[in-house]
């Protein structure tokens, strides 16, 4: 592939929006958002990581048509648990409250 041909897309991990991966002037994977946040993702220098990258997303390897946009999947709706009532305290008589501060007990 040429340098700088673009290779597909990922989500940005700064903004969330679609981010291009195309090939540094090594060949290897480099990430830059164009929506606003001007994200840049450099992947290669490492071969291990150049590595996972391209078995995560194998069309980074190059030599496979470019998919128009590698969707991640939508995070499923949180659902609130049902609200769980806090416990009551037992009743107890204001005097006996009263009595007990003092020190004096119910016998």
């Known amino acids: 592939m040429a340098k ?3 290779l597909g897309h990922i989500g940005c991990p700064t903004c969330g ?10 060949g290897e994977p480099f990430g830059f958002c164009d929506h606003g946040c001007a994200q840049q993702l450099r992947i290669g220098g490492n071969a ?3 590595a ?6 194998p069309w980074a390897a ?6 128009a946009a590698a969707s991640t ?3 499923a709706p949180a659902t609130k648990p049902a609200p769980t009532p806090a416990p009551q305290p037992a009743k107890r008589p204001a005097l006996a409250d009263a009595l ?3 020190g ?4």
Request: cysteine-free; glycine content about 8%.
């Open 4 to 6: 700088g041909s673009l």
């Open 17 to 26: 929006a679609q981010m291009r991966v195309t090939e540094d002037k090594n």
């Open 48 to 50: 291990a990581r150049v």
């Open 52 to 57: 996972a990258f391209r078995k995560r997303y």
């Open 62 to 67: 190059g030599g496979q048509a470019a998919p």
């Open 73 to 75: 999947p939508a995070p």
């Open 100 to 102: 007990a501060s003092f």
């Open 104 to 107: 004096f007990s119910k016998s």
